[in-house]
């Protein structure tokens, strides 16, 4: 086991796989000079696009840079022995269908499903030999409302209405996330076909509106309203509108009391497992297990999947159409389209030759909000964190709480608030928000006999630091040991069960995963870079202003998060465009 201690972080950027792990993501198949589609970056979208692709006919290959596959869902061996998913960390929101039509189970993937699924413990003092409070929410309702009842029996009552309001909008929404959104261009200038293709992608506007019927108002208020403002009208204990307002803005540079807030909880609790709505889980072997599960459902069809081959440019034919893409090794690959799983900006800013893209939109893609607040922190410890709230079981087996999204500075909107405004003031949060997660918990796959891998998913800290400083190693490590007192709090001897730690800041995750400003989402989720206008308006179909160019990624429609509708959604574009060409 390596030496204890937070020094022992890795260089960022190295590559932490042994060699057989790199060899088993190398080149499956001979490199051709041509096909007919090449996807550029096998992050979980590309790869689900491919599989699509291959599995209806279309000759495909997949070109990523780094050398393992996955892009954010990938699991990494950062310090020795221990696995980590190294940005991804969590599975819900992967779509049904990708499930079933790429066969993901019968290609090694198993999921842990997790009930309970939140706690939320209390820092409370002058107790005595009283156990600190803590909210744990889970499956059972009658629990949640039993737990609930603690700060407020009258928010336990008005819990399962809550429950069933939510669940009623994600219902109407999910129909939106499997379809591309509707072609407001092609209804003034696309031939007639064109024009009837757009009218049926109206459906599930239409389905949405009759599923919420009359309270569609109340729903809209949640799409546009701050968070808060929806809580409050809920509820009155503070503890659980925190914990409920994590999910409105997690990965999102916004705070609970900024207007649009909801619609990010929403997209959160969209999910589902093992046919369980809203149920979230780990995947066993980390995230990376379901990047390596996609790949070998789409190689088993024939796609070719290549490490270690960046692409440097789309290449265009005179005639103004895509044409295949250069690698950094001087090669070039011709293909009848190319799909892009990078983000927006990494597509049309240094990807595309810029001459063959109109100038308003090149403007509009360099505008594109990509503000994050995310620093993740994985961590290795030598033993199971021992919360006041809820104090370990003899001999160090997890409890139900280990299991769980542990929510830590989580006990008020207000803190929730104030740790935004430090990051909106330049500064990583004094006290940050803390999304603490072991899925060794449930997977001890991840971490030798009696360790584990804990993955700390903080915010909010700014890309850019006030006052001229950079995210240096210095200032990585402040945040971090900063990160770790707040969590010593909770649970006393967590420091000291350190064994080692990967620091994440917005830069790192942009230079390592190809997030623009350490996005997870490629550019935020905000009402005016959704739907219609993802990632930009009248281009929100896949479609590019190159013909022959798609994206495929979270920054197309519905966005992000390990979804996978992005890739299937544009595969079906894709492959109708094909027919027709």
Same mark, same amino acid.
């Given at each position: ?281 780990? &995947? ?29 440019? &789309? ?137 584990? &891998? ?128």
């Amino acid at each position: 086991m390596a030496a204890r201690g937070p020094g022992l972080s890795r260089a960022l950027g190295a590559s932490p796989w042994p060699a057989w792990r790199q060899a088993h993501w190398g080149a499956k198949g001979r490199l051709k000079p041509e096909y007919d589609a090449v996807v550029i970056g096998a992050g979980h979208n590309g790869l689900v696009a491919a599989a699509y692709l291959q599995r209806l006919g279309v000759d495909t290959a997949v070109f990523e840079r780094r050398p393992v596959i996955g892009g954010a869902a990938v699991t990494e061996e950062i310090i020795p022995g221990f696995k980590f998913s190294r940005a991804s960390y969590l599975l819900s929101l992967l779509r049904p269908q990708i499930y079933a039509d790429l066969e993901l189970k019968k290609h090694g993937l198993k999921v842990h499903l997790r009930d309970p699924y939140s706690f939320t413990p209390m820092l409370e003092e002058g107790l005595g030999s009283k156990v600190p409070r803590s909210l744990l929410l889970g499956m059972d309702m009658a629990e949640n409302q039993k737990q609930i009842a603690q700060f407020s029996r009258k928010d336990a009552q008005a819990f399962p209405k809550y429950e069933a309001f939510m669940n009623r909008l994600a219902l109407a929404i999910e129909p939106l996330l499997d379809a591309a959104p509707v072609d407001t261009e092609a209804f003034h200038r696309g031939s007639l076909l064109q024009r009837l293709q757009a009218l049926s992608t109206l459906k599930p506007l239409l389905q949405a509106g009759r599923v919420l019927g009359a309270q569609l108002p109340q729903y809209y208020q949640v799409l546009t309203a701050p968070i808060t403002k929806v809580l409050d009208q809920w509820f009155e204990s503070e503890p659980l509108k925190a914990t409920l307002a994590t999910d409105a803005v997690i990965g999102a540079m916004t705070s609970p009391h900024t207007p649009g807030s909801g619609y990010v909880l929403l997209h959160h609790v969209m999910g589902g497992l093992e046919g369980v709505q809203g149920a979230w889980g780990y &995947v066993q072997g980390g995230m990376g297990a379901l990047s390596e599960a996609i790949m070998s459902s789409a190689t088993a069809h024939g796609a070719n999947v290549f490490t270690e081959k960046t692409v440097v440019k &789309v290449l265009v034919s005179n005639e103004g159409r895509a044409q295949g893409v250069a690698l950094q090794d001087g090669s070039e690959v011709r293909s009848r389209v190319v799909l892009s799983n990078a983000s927006p900006q990494a597509t049309f800013l240094k990807l595309m030759p810029q001459e063959w893209l109109p100038k308003e939109f090149v403007e509009r893609i360099s505008q594109l909000d990509t503000k994050s607040p995310v620093t993740k922190i994985n961590v290795a410890v030598d033993r199971l964190p021992d919360f006041l709230a809820a104090p370990n079981a003899p001999g160090g087996q997890p409890r139900p709480h280990h299991q769980c999204s542990i929510h830590l500075n989580c006990e008020d909107t207000l803190l929730l608030h104030q740790a935004f405004q430090d990051a909106v003031d330049g500064l990583p949060s004094h006290r940050p928000m803390i999304e603490l997660c072991i899925p060794s918990a449930l997977d001890p796959t991840l971490a030798p006999p009696g360790c584990h &891998v804990i993955s700390l998913f903080t915010q909010y800290t700014p890309y850019t630091l006030a006052g001229g400083k950079v995210w240096d190693e210095q200032e990585r490590s402040a945040y971090a040991d900063r990160v770790f007192d707040c969590i010593e709090a909770y649970a006393p001897g967590f420091k000291s069960s350190v064994v080692g730690r990967d620091i994440l800041t917005p830069p790192d995750l942009e230079r390592i995963f190809g997030l623009p400003g350490g996005n997870i989402f490629h550019c935020a989720m905000t009402l005016d870079q959704l739907y219609f206008a993802r990632p930009a308006p009248l281009h929100a179909s896949y479609r590019c202003p190159l013909r022959g160019l798609y994206l495929c990624g979270s920054g197309a429609h519905p966005g992000g998060g390990v979804m996978g509708a992005a890739g299937r959604n544009a595969a079906h574009v894709v492959f109708r465009d094909l027919k027709s060409m």
